[in-house]
């Protein structure tokens, strides 16, 4: 049977592994390439790796750690699929064709776009047609306000006029393969994925959802697969800051009897 | 006889990432189409993402398929096809239209009937071993790969089936027809799993 999949994300600025909180605050949380290599360890499913960047400045600024300093992001992806032999998704900055290509090119499986597709739907289809439904991934930042979900534009930092609802069965009809739906209002709070949103997306769409911002807990992790039919659950926070974060999570989902994969440490060679 | 390894580039998307595994693993390897590469060659990989007829053309148009044939069918070099790789062995593809393979198995690649799941088939998911053999060494606790494909092998001959999957309904994962392998996963993508599987077919 098909495995619910873990999967933690990682927020690359200027070349740096960050944590967020709320879209706004920011702090440094080391090398992203020895950070893949612990979460590769402790058997993750996946990885989505988003460049959130304000510049093209990337310089990780340590020599120390025996990997070079690497000032573009598509290098830093390059070691990053050296060490690591899992899915990759790659997101942020990509705004044409070559972009997605040169991405896979280095190691990528999947890419995701955010704003790109709110602003072009068209971009989504031609990108599906190119590389398969299975390459895109639409990320969409969700806010609840008043008891309504509006889409938020991050760079921006407002919110979008259209229908959320609306928007996410078109992206599906253009071609998408995943949607990695990220609570603003929950990201690096720990209070608990929003499952009312995830029941609610999945009475129009069938394919993939990734539930994203909230994670406190492995338990909250256990909640989501437990009251929704969400496919897979991402974490930033919460997968960096605790030694096996991976491996335990899906030890306590594996032992709950959710379909995950059986939780291992892998020690290669 | 020192093992090489010929990751056979035809431009196909995951090249990199198969041969990342390889090195990794320490075996000599290459990515070329050169003939040169593939008469040295004591292990050929076929990768392949992208549709049966896109794949297919490309093969036809940069990989010396004569020489090729000549090496796996005649002097049964150890050869692998990975997913689209592994489809295009068959006599043809239905997907988008119907398309002559290589034919070096006898097979129709036809699109999963999954009943009301989504497709593709993305993720996580496990191989029933049917046969015993060698590249399943060491796997007897670990046997999820990473899928990602919506068409697969209908074989002709079953007895060719050595592993099978289930997303809706069974189909094939893994098959052999004496030195020729075709995985339907991606073991490039499948950490230890992948790992161990790649790492058994290069050591025979």
């Known amino acids: 049977m098909k495995k619910r999949r873990l999967i933690p994300v990682l927020l690359l600025r200027n070349g740096w592994l960050v944590q967020s909180k709320n879209f706004k605050e920011y702090q440094n949380l080391g090398n992203p390439v020895t950070a893949v290599k612990r979460l590769s360890e402790w058997a993750s499913d996946e990885l989505i790796y988003l460049d959130i960047s304000q510049d093209n400045i990337y310089d990780i600024n340590r020599s120390d750690q025996g990997y070079p300093n690497r000032k573009f992001f598509l290098d830093i992806i390059s070691d990053v699929s050296k060490v690591t032999f899992m899915p990759i998704t790659v997101g942020g900055k990509i705004s044409n064709i070559k972009d997605i290509e040169n991405r896979l090119k280095v190691g990528a499986d999947k890419i995701s776009l955010n704003t790109k597709a709110i602003y072009d739907l068209n971009f989504v289809k031609k990108a599906s047609k190119e590389f398969g439904s299975q390459c895109i991934v639409i990320s969409i930042d969700f806010i609840k306000e008043d008891n309504e979900y509006f889409i938020y534009d991050n760079k921006k930092r407002s919110i979008i006029k259209l229908d959320i609802f609306d928007y996410i069965n078109k992206i599906q009809d253009n071609g998408a393969g995943e949607i990695l739906l990220n609570s603003v209002n929950r990201d690096g709070t720990g209070k608990g994925y929003d499952i009312d949103f995830y029941n609610k997306i999945y009475e129009t769409i069938n394919i993939p959802i990734i539930a994203c911002g909230g994670a406190g807990d492995w338990f909250d992790m256990f909640d989501v697969f437990d009251k929704t039919k969400v496919d897979a659950v991402a974490a930033a926070n919460i997968f960096h800051y605790r030694d096996q974060s991976v491996f335990l999570a899906k030890k306590f989902l594996y032992e709950k009897n959710i379909n995950v994969r059986k939780p291992d440490l892998l020690n290669i060679k | ?204």
Not at chain 2, 46 to 55: K, R, T
Not at chain 2, 58 to 79: A, R
Not at chain 2, 135 to 144: K, T, V
């Open chain 2, 1 to 204: 006889m020192n093992k090489k390894v010929c990751i056979l580039d035809y431009g196909s998307g995951n090249v990199k990432s198969v041969e990342n595994l390889v090195k990794f693993l320490n075996f000599d390897v290459k990515i070329s189409n050169n003939e040169t590469d593939i008469l040295e060659a004591s292990h050929l990989i076929l990768p392949g993402v992208g549709s049966f007829e896109y794949s297919m053309n490309k093969i036809k148009e940069k990989i010396p398929i004569k020489i090729l044939e000549n090496e796996v069918l005649s002097k049964k070099k150890f050869f692998m096809g990975i997913c689209v790789g592994m489809q295009v062995l068959a006599n043809y593809g239905y997907e988008n239209g119907k398309f002559e393979g290589l034919g070096w198995v006898k097979g129709e690649v036809k699109k999963l009937q999954v009943n009301n799941l989504s497709l593709p088939h993305i993720g996580w998911n496990n191989c029933d071993i049917l046969k015993n053999d060698k590249i399943f060494s060491d796997l007897n606790d670990i046997r999820d790969f990473y899928f990602l494909h919506s068409y697969s092998v209908n074989l002709e001959n079953k007895n060719n089936i050595i592993a099978t999957t289930v997303y809706g309904n069974k189909f094939c994962s893994v098959l052999k027809q004496n030195n020729i392998y075709g995985i339907q996963f991606h073991p490039e993508k499948s950490q230890k799993a992948g790992m161990i599987l790649i790492k058994n077919f290069l050591n025979q």
